[in-house]
């Protein structure tokens, strides 16, 4: 987590309404728009910051925080192995892990900016997240929000988020990873959202040292009847460790269990 000078703020610079209307066969649009103060709104946000320059996105989003609607998408370089490159989509293809650490983030994050009454730009948040693209590798991304626009009673009305493809870059992910700049003026808000993300982190079940065994036996490839010749138990032992070890972080295969117990350093 950082804090430093917000690089959007302030900046005075219009830019070409081309910046912010990307258009191109190739790169489908997605408009969704409710009242229109909301659109004029995030439209002038857009030709006075230097927000496309910065980030220069593969994918971004306009959304209502009060609704958690889209207001306009657009996708402009974002490949996921089909033309229909929307939000949802984009979540519907994080790995399952990830997903949760997103959905559990966000809800912090949104929590804490309605309760610190927090202003456009005075933050910019950062997540990373494994993307399971159909028939193509695993493709890591990193997305990137912030506030766009309050009411006039402090509350938070319309955000931004953008989307990189990081996989050229990043071999791997850290789990539970997350980047937070603040303005300095808020920096004292650092520790309440450490306390307040720790309180939401998805519990992680503890397994037995049994269980452990099992699962390093597992992803070596053996059978249950190997494991148990190996371990001295019963198949039958075996296959109960392996049942409970499913439903206890309910999971519906083996590949998705050495998969989590992977993620956390399990095995």
């Known amino acids: 987590m950082t804090t430093s000078a917000n690089p959007l703020r302030a900046s005075g610079l219009e830019l070409p309404a081309s910046l912010y209307t990307f258009k191109g066969k190739n790169h489908p649009q997605v408009l969704k728009i409710g009242k229109e103060s909301d659109e004029c709104i995030w439209q002038t946000f857009m030709a006075t910051h230097r927000i496309m320059h910065l980030f220069r996105p593969d994918y971004f989003m306009i959304y209502k925080f009060s609704t958690s609607s889209v207001l306009y998408q657009q996708n402009i370089n974002l490949d996921l192995g089909t033309n229909d490159v929307t939000a ?19 809800k912090v994050m949104c929590q804490m900016t309605r309760d610190r009454k927090l202003q ?24 990137t929000s912030f506030l766009i626009h309050c009411s006039t009673t402090g509350l938070p009305e319309l955000g ?23 303005e300095p003026c808020h920096a004292h808000l650092e520790e309440e959202l450490v306390q307040r993300l720790t309180t939401c982190k998805p519990k992680q079940y503890e397994i037995t040292n049994r269980e452990r065994d099992i699962l390093s036996c597992v992803d070596k490839g053996m059978s249950s009847k190997e494991i148990a010749s190996f371990l001295f138990i019963s ?6 460790h392996r049942q409970n070890m499913l439903r206890k972080w309910e999971l519906p295969n083996t590949a998705s ?11």
């Open 88 to 106: 949802n989509r984009i979540m519907d293809y994080l790995a399952p892990a990830d997903l949760a650490h997103f959905n559990c983030m966000d």
């Open 120 to 143: 456009p730009l005075d933050y910019i948040f950062k997540l990373c997240g494994n993307i399971e693209c159909p028939n193509q590798n695993l493709k890591r991304i990193m997305r």
């Open 160 to 182: 931004f988020f953008c989307v990189h493809d990081v996989t050229s870059m990043v071999s791997s992910i850290k789990p539970g990873n997350y980047d937070i700049t603040l």
């Open 235 to 240: 198949k039958a032992t075996v296959d109960t």
């Open 257 to 267: 269990l050495l998969k989590k117990a992977r993620e956390e350093d399990r095995i």
